[in-house]
């Protein structure tokens, strides 16, 4: 990164909830780094970020792929989880995802004018194909949540991708004449991010649902949901004010998943 956009992060950092940026060309994983960071001190509102990853993770164990040109970062951030623990741990990682996707779709649209979708629970989708990612880990203190880290996965640029990924993914490239900043994404991605935070923080949650749900390429398909060895089938019907969504199989009978894998069908 070069000075002139570490100074632009820098002067990001003035007024929102951003307090430190690294970057490092090649980490195993930008949301390990920023665990190892936040483990050892209080670093509410720092960003790892790196031009390739070694061990990218994805949800459920999977790999990310991090070749360089891709964006690869993540955000630690501190709320008063006690206050904000709203009914689960698990309402609350959901909520941060969707306030992430909806943080991301935002500054792509603002800065690239392309329209991305969301594929619940955490997958930014272009054309029905997968261009990003959202991971979130956390970690305790005794019984109590000490911090959560949001790790966001943007692919720019074509690669050579494996075998397994042919044809699965999409990368912004293809979507754009526009010169690709991969610092300028981070800057829009960071300043959206600032923005629905702070409504996270004063409990905006059906505004962040309501966002999410008028970007989302999820609801009103048949999908298959797998969740705690569970395999519900059914038509996607609506998000919960929490984040969950809902699924309506072909009994009429509803049912909640706070989080799970879901394919269309
Ligand atoms: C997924 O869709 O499975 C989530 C992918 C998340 C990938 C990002 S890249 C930056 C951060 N560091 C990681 O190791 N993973 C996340």
């Known amino acids: 990164m070069d000075i002139m956009q570490f100074q632009r992060l820098a002067l990001l950092s003035q007024d929102t909830f951003i307090t430190s940026l690294i970057h490092r060309p090649v980490v195993d994983s930008t949301n390990n780094l920023a665990i190892e960071l936040a483990n050892d001190s209080d670093v509410d509102g720092l960003v790892v970020i790196a031009d390739k990853q070694t061990s990218g993770k994805g949800r459920r164990g999977n790999e990310w792929f991090s070749p360089e040109g891709n964006l690869y970062m993540s955000v630690v951030i501190k709320p008063n989880f006690t206050e904000d623990l709203i009914h689960s741990p698990h309402n609350?990682?959901?909520?941060?995802?969707l306030m992430t996707a909806i943080s991301v779709v935002e500054a792509i649209k603002n800065l690239l004018q392309i329209n991305l979708s969301l594929k619940w629970p955490n997958d930014i989708m272009i054309e029905g194909k997968k261009v990003g990612g959202i991971l979130i880990e956390s970690r305790y203190k005794g019984a109590l949540l000490n911090f959560v880290v949001i790790g966001i996965g943007l692919n720019l640029v074509h690669s050579n991708v494996p075998p397994s990924l042919e044809g699965k993914l999409a990368y912004l490239r293809q979507f754009t004449d526009q010169h690709i900043a991969r610092d300028d994404i981070l800057l829009?991605?960071?300043?959206?991010?600032?923005?629905?935070?702070?409504?996270?923080?004063?409990?905006?949650?059906?505004e962040i649902i309501e966002q999410w749900k008028s970007n989302n390429c999820t609801l009103g398909r048949l999908v298959k949901i797998s969740a705690d060895e569970r395999i519900i089938t059914g038509l996607a019907t609506d998000i919960s004010n929490m984040g969950s969504l809902i699924i309506k199989d072909s009994n009429g009978k509803l049912f909640s998943i706070i989080s799970g894998s879901l394919e269309f069908i």
């Not at 702070?198 to 905006?204: D, G, L, Q, S, V």
């Open 92 to 97: 609350l990682f959901q909520l941060i995802t």
């Open 188 to 206: 829009y991605i960071l300043k959206s991010l600032d923005r629905w935070y702070k409504k996270f923080r004063n409990h905006c949650f059906d």
